[in-house]
């Protein structure tokens, strides 16, 4: 077996435990959202509101993505009744852009911050469904673009 082939099915092997064990930063669903960070989460869900009118707002996860010192804002947020996206909302020394946006789960969405590769910028995985279908996908940011750097499944739950 070469040793590419090796380390990509244990990053295969690890996502999967990951993904399992459900552990990982709790995810904000913006109804329930209520954690002590209020200041900071609003300015950029405001940000996401006023560039994207009429969009309902899912989940959201705020973390530092692109290895700032600021947390910038993961958002999943309802496009139609069985179509979903995200984006992220960054935070670039207190002016805010939003990232390209990509195709989500439509149901049991989740969001959880990992180092993967032990150097920045950090990066996140979104799991979820759409009826039976389960999927996930391993993104990060590189500038201004969300980039999908591996995943299983998420054709099937978009």
Aim: aromatic fraction near 8%.
């Amino acid at each position: 077996m070469s040793r590419h082939k090796f380390f990509q099915g244990l990053l295969v092997c690890l996502s999967w435990v990951i993904l399992a064990s459900g552990c990982g930063a709790g995810n904000d669903r913006a109804v329930l959202h209520a954690d002590g960070d209020i200041a900071r989460g609003d300015e950029l869900l405001r940000y996401f509101e006023a560039t994207h009118p009429g969009k309902e707002v899912i989940v959201f996860e705020r973390a530092d993505l692109n290895n700032d010192q600021t947390d910038d804002l993961i958002v999943i947020f309802r496009e139609s009744k069985e179509k979903n996206s995200m984006l992220v909302v960054m935070d670039l020394a207190g002016s805010y852009q939003c990232t390209n946006e990509v195709p989500a789960p439509v149901s049991n969405q989740t969001i959880q911050i990992r180092d993967i590769d032990q150097r920045p910028p950090v990066e996140f995985i979104v799991q979820g469904t759409k009826g039976a279908s389960f999927g996930y996908a391993i993104y990060r940011v590189e500038g201004l673009l969300l980039e999908d750097l591996f995943g299983e499944g998420m054709e099937d739950c978009c």
